[in-house]
């Protein structure tokens, strides 16, 4: 049997895809630098040559193989690949891709081409990549369908994002309750071929509604005669198509599920949610929380254009411009101090920091807890006093630390005293703010990780600055 | 059929036994309080009551359920809870918390109890909660063990956290190559039970060695009396014990696996890696990347002793405080410029702050490109390239808007030229410091988000204030 370690087969199939990748460039500089009748017969061949082995590389791969390399390659290089990709291969990469890099693919697809794509998928994949294509397209493609994929289609659009209903597929396998497993079973055989992620079959009543399910292992350990019935588990975790897709997933980490049912308001049996798409889903969330903490919306192409890609980051960069100005406006209170007291320029920032920091933590943990619903009404008290204790606690000895290295090399100890005081105050209020906004943010129905890291160290900074220069000002002058 | 809402019915459970326990605190209050010949007996058992109650509704819950509960309740809740537990439950739900509560629970557990538990596990399931265990409690259950499940245990103890060896089960269906499809089934149906995740029987050779795998679906459609190596896929993926458990998780999402084979170096079937476990490893990696950002090594309980969590924090807070004292040195190298000139004070921070942010955008970014192995030796240059390229167009743009409030707010065109230049100039050292520390990280064998942020921050903090009052003591005084 073939030994296949996938990572090591990914880099080496990329590492082969870019050898080829570059000769192409250095042949394609020859050909083009020779116009007119001096062009050199030898080197176009040898270009084409270079294509058709890129071609014979690429038709062998698996398609998230291939998806994984377009992800990987800089633009130019990526049309060169996408331009070599057999239709059949290149529909499932593109449903793999991620959805700024299928927007770029969108870009260097011509019209007729992308539709011709476009109709290898089926309605769920279709509905899937539907928010990256043209209008056009979409409407083009929308009247080309048959009509009961059209309306599988048309009610899936109907679910947003992030609901159960965006990610289930409608590939099922779905028996009547009145079958013996016998009849199960050559009901099974006459398909040929079960939908990927089939470890059970569906059992429904005479009006569609799903009455349990059969697992594909109680199906070959049953005996024959007896009734579907014996073998079905009635007793299933399901899901409506309205519900939270990140609870689903939740629950399938929870019970270990392979695939589960989806029912519509009446039980009536729609769709199937698989744990691919539940695993999929995961990683999306981690992906975006990380990027979401810094203030980008999401996904980002690594090689999109410096333009595009800086206007994305402006939000976020307004807003902690705002706030900075806000800070600097606090300092600007304190200009007479300064100028008496020129130490407390130099000490302000670690003051501001290290409230920035402490709170940071403390927010990574509520945010954290709030994401896996272990944050109870009741835990959110508990919490508040033990942040604060700890805030004190921190505060206490981070605070006597910081006051000393003021003290030595200010060779003050009253500057010494209001440093530690400015550093335990501050404490306690990032411990304060860090338990504060996330919860906040929570209640408010909105996502406690998107912004929380600008608006904590905006009060981390602008608190730190005010206590310790009006612990100054009231104190050593 | 019942239908199931998993998270409505988890909620529902868990504010049940919150009832439940706050019955209890009451009456176990009033039962305390009447010490001697005047105690209640009435009060007592009403308090008793309410244990069989708790009880009861405990006994009917999923163990994974359970754990949720028990991450859920702060500790004295959680004791009351798990003395409650029968020991069927506490087992699973003991394997099914996070480490932080699983120690908690280690403590709240006599030393006999804890072996009683224990000694319900396989070995798999020991060797996975082994981490949190005592030594003396470890040697005990070793010695307690069959042979064979001693061996296994003693195997799995060899695989480093973080390789497949260490996730992987070793529950497994393997049938001998020279079977025919009714022989396999009869094998299938002589175990009466197969074990969870199990999508397709290994086929193996008279020395053990892989030679393939047969899907259940396969086994349900192939005719009885065909050779089994007909419906044999040779082609499947499959890893060694030492891969790294990262690079397995990223198969398993994009060749969408239920479960692969595990064979050692001699090509020998040694294990399985199932899909809920890749599951719990990425949502553990995605849990404990968003920790390591702010400088938290891992799982932290919610409800651990205030003293505890502060002392958990101070790695990171002394490395910020290092950080943050070189930064205050910098600035105290400019006192003489900053009594002269009070403004650069208060606008100081602001320069530094959108440095901050625009490198943590950066690195959040290439974090997420290394992450997803995006990030070609090749591509790097090129990154640079752009992010230097986003970088002077971000400062331009927003170097001229903080110019202008500068220019405003202190009359003085030149002190607005400064501003911008300096913002110009730490937006370029952002982009390079943003690439560079994560990429650094990577090539040297380190996780690059671990530590990434605090090396950003301090770089462009000092950065920040060195190139501010630098310039503005050389074209300001």
């Not at 769709?271 to 539940?278: M, P, Q, Y």
């Not at 919490?383 to 090399?409: D, H, P």
Request: glycine share 8%; no cysteine.
């Amino acid at each position: 049997m073939t030994t296949i370690r996938s990572q090591a087969r990914l880099q080496q199939n990329l590492a082969e895809i870019t050898r080829l990748l570059e000769r192409h460039r250095v042949l394609d500089t020859l050909t083009h630098r020779q116009e007119g009748p001096r062009r050199d017969l030898l080197e176009n061949l040898q270009r084409r040559q270079n294509l058709v082995e890129l071609q014979r590389r690429l038709r062998t791969m698996h398609a998230a193989d291939l998806a994984y390399i377009l992800e990987a390659l800089p633009l130019d290089d990526r049309r060169v690949v996408w331009e070599q990709v057999t239709p059949e291969l290149a529909g499932p990469a593109f449903v793999e891709v991620s959805n700024a890099v299928r927007e770029s693919l969108v870009e260097l697809t011509s019209h007729d081409d992308l539709v011709r794509l476009l109709s290898t998928l089926d309605a769920g994949e279709l509905h899937y990549v539907s928010t990256s294509l043209p209008e056009e397209v979409l409407n083009e493609l929308s009247v080309a369908f048959e009509s009961n994929e059209r309306s599988a289609f048309e009610d899936s659009v109907g679910y947003g994002e992030g609901t159960v209903g965006y990610h289930m597929t409608r590939e099922l396998v779905a028996i009547p309750d009145s079958y013996t497993v016998q009849q199960a079973l050559d009901d099974l055989r006459a398909r040929r071929e079960l939908p990927p992620q089939t470890d059970r079959v569906y059992v429904i009543d005479g009006r569609s509604q799903l009455r349990g399910a059969v697992p594909l292992q109680a199906l070959l350990l049953s005996d024959p005669g007896a009734p579907i019935a014996g073998a079905t588990d009635a007793d299933i975790i399901n899901f409506n198509p309205g519900d939270k897709a990140g609870d689903a997933v939740k629950a399938f980490e929870r019970y270990n599920l392979v695939s589960a049912p989806v029912v519509d308001d009446r039980g009536k049996l729609i769709g199937r949610l698989t744990v691919d798409a539940a695993m999929d889903f995961l990683r999306e969330q981690s992906n975006l929380e990380a990027l979401k903490r810094v203030g980008l919306s999401g996904d980002e192409d690594l090689f999109a254009a410096p333009w595009q890609s800086a206007r994305n980051r402006w939000p976020w960069l307004g807003i902690n411009l705002l706030t900075a100005f806000v800070a600097s406006r606090i300092i600007g209170q304190f200009e007479g101090t300064i100028v008496r007291l020129s130490a407390l320029a130099a000490l302000m920032p670690i003051v501001a920091s290290i409230g920035g920091n402490t709170g940071n933590q403390t927010m990574a943990l509520v945010i954290r807890a709030l994401a896996v619903d272990r944050l109870q009404p009741g835990g959110a008290r508990r919490l508040v006093r033990k942040e604060l204790a700890i805030g004190l606690l921190n505060g206490s000895v981070w605070g006597v630390i910081v006051g000393v290295f003021a003290m030595t090399l200010y060779s003050s100890a009253s500057l010494g005293v209001v440093m530690s005081a400015a550093v335990v105050l501050n404490l306690v209020v990032a411990a304060l703010a860090g338990v504060a906004i996330p919860l906040g943010l929570h209640m408010g129905g909105r996502d406690p990780a998107h912004g929380s890291s600008v608006l904590l160290t905006f009060i981390t900074d602008a608190m730190g600055f005010f206590l310790f220069l009006g612990l100054a000002t009231a104190f050593l002058l």
